[in-house]
């Protein structure tokens, strides 16, 4: 390998992985930097002018000078010269590269230091029924009135990983959670902003003939509208009350709207930032956005399009930690949770299951999308739950005597295996693993999806541990069985017959 190769990391925005040999030390180089694309080219190709032969004797001063004196890499100088240091003139192969993965597994390890008699890791598509199989072992399956927890919903429901330990019975359990970098946040949040600003310049431009809801209104939609229903900021900001409900002016509201008005109007006056800084020859949104784009790149606060975004920015981010800090506090005061201790980006404590409504008013903060708790959930900020739960006591006793760590994974559509991965399946850590279980609904008799991840798995598992499960969490219709006849006979031999023509292959 005489070129650098650079792949997106999947699930993970703006960043990349560098592979390449050292020319010097003759040694691969796989790591990962954070950096936003033409960051990534600039970097790419000062390394690549490196390695000509013709440049190999060139000090990490040299390239230092180089690049002061071109006003290309002016915006960006620190940040490319520290990725240079990083991936060649300082690079060691000894030095681990922490990304937020191996960060959640060695706090949340420090935490639960106990380790599990059986490991089982959950794949499959959203909505099949993982985070469903996990309710059904534990306590929490009988009191579904009280509390659903792991939460099970008809959307997409798991988004984020978390283990759920089972362990014997006791009088308390230990619980982790790993908020997602504040580098991250801030990238979601661009993301937000960046649907809502090139909403409102698209309105501009060609004003929507659907008057039913107001500019404001849609472009606040577009904000919260995440494609990959990872980061509803609803659940943080409170519901959006749109301004012709006759619900915006309570004076209770007041609060929730007046922080989306803030961030409408922050969206639409970066907008007409834009339209004032150059104008386009038609009626083009794809030359506005680049405009848009371009200006909030320069990180210059005389550049009135990096102002209203850093602005507004700055205000989203102010609000979101506030209150993230608000419901830590509230977590710290619930009579089911003791030894509450906040350090950096996570919290642990120990939780007690003597009051169901007390545990499900903590644990709705940061697992449930229930329209109760909009506006008081740390749910978009979590990037890793690690909870002991006791077991279902239907469960037989020797079952019960075990430490049995269930890891959920979040559900995706794995439509091709070319990109790479699927469910953070580059980082997750097969080494331990006791089990891995396939989960799928029944009705769909193992799709496409499921043979790539079997595929997937295959070549880092040992097929003796791998398992299926077909759910069966939504009743059949009567042209599908016969109403008549043993529902729970039908279904076996259904099951069967998945497994005769279908599992064998």
């Known amino acids: 390998m005489n070129n650098i190769v650079t792949r997106p990391v999947i699930g993970s925005r703006n960043e990349t992985e560098f592979d390449f040999i050292h020319p010097k030390t003759e040694k691969r180089v796989r790591r990962k930097i954070k950096a936003e694309p033409h960051v990534v080219d600039m970097v790419k190709k000062i390394l690549e002018n490196l390695m000509q032969e013709e440049n190999l004797s060139k000090t990490r001063d040299d ?10 890499y002016h915006d960006c100088y620190d940040e490319i ?6 991936l060649f003139f300082r690079y060691s192969p000894d030095v681990k590269y922490i990304d937020q993965e191996t960060e959640a597994a060695e706090i949340l390890d420090g935490i639960f230091t106990e380790p599990a008699d059986i490991n089982i890791t959950f794949l499959g598509k959203a909505g099949v029924g993982k985070s469903s199989i996990i309710n059904k072992m534990s306590c929490f399956s009988d009191k579904s009135e009280i509390i659903n927890f792991p939460f099970v919903d008809t959307s997409r429901t798991t988004v984020y990983a978390a283990d759920y330990v089972f362990v014997p019975e006791s009088d308390v359990y230990r619980c982790g959670v790993v908020f997602l970098m ?4 801030s990238l979601r949040v661009d993301e937000c902003i960046d649907r809502a600003v090139c909403k409102a310049i698209e309105l501009h431009l060609k004003p929507d003939d659907d008057t039913s809801d107001s500019v404001q209104d849609k472009v606040i939609s577009a904000f919260y509208d995440d494609p990959s229903q990872q980061f509803d900021l609803r659940l943080c900001f409170g519901k959006h009350i749109k301004t012709t409900s006759k619900n915006y002016d309570k004076h209770e509201n007041k609060p929730i709207t007046n922080r989306w008005d803030n961030i409408s109007r922050g969206c639409i006056k970066i907008a007409k930032a834009t339209f004032g800084k150059a104008k386009s020859p038609n009626i083009d949104s794809q030359f506005y956005q680049e405009q848009y784009s371009e200006g909030i790149k320069t990180n210059n606060l005389d550049n009135p399009i990096f102002s209203a975004f850093n602005e507004l920015k700055e205000f989203i981010m102010f609000e979101l930690f506030r209150i993230r800090n608000e419901i830590h506090k509230k977590m710290n005061s619930n009579n089911a949770i003791t030894d ?4 950096g980006n996570y919290f642990h404590c120990y939780v007690t299951y003597s009051s169901i409504q007390d545990f499900s008013s903590f644990v709705s903060l940061f697992t449930s999308k229930s329209i109760h708790v909009f506006g008081n959930s740390l749910l978009p900020l979590v990037y890793k739950l690690k909870i002991e739960i006791p077991y279902n006591t239907l469960l037989s006793e020797k079952i019960r005597q ?7 994974t979040v559900g995706v559509a794995h439509t091709t295996e070319s990109s790479g991965g699927f469910e953070r399946s580059t980082s997750l850590n097969m080494d331990n693993v006791d089990a891995v279980i396939i989960a799928d609904d029944s009705k769909l008799n193992m799709d496409n999806n499921t043979g790539i991840i079997l595929r997937h798995i295959a070549s880092r598992v040992d097929y003796r541990k791998i398992f299926f499960a077909m759910t069966f969490f939504d009743d059949f219709t009567k042209q599908e069985f016969d109403q008549d006849e043993d529902k729970d006979e039908q279904k076996i031999e259904y099951l069967s017959k998945i ?4 599992v064998s292959e």
Do not use: P, Q, T, W
């Open 63 to 72: 390239v230092e000078a180089e690049i002061c004196n071109n006003s290309v």
């Open 499 to 502: 497994h005769r023509e279908r």
């Open 81 to 86: 010269m520290d990725y240079c240091d990083l």
């Open 402 to 408: 075990k430490r049995i760590c269930c890891s959920d």
């Open 340 to 343: 509450f201790i906040k350090e």
């Open 182 to 185: 504040n580098d991250i946040i």
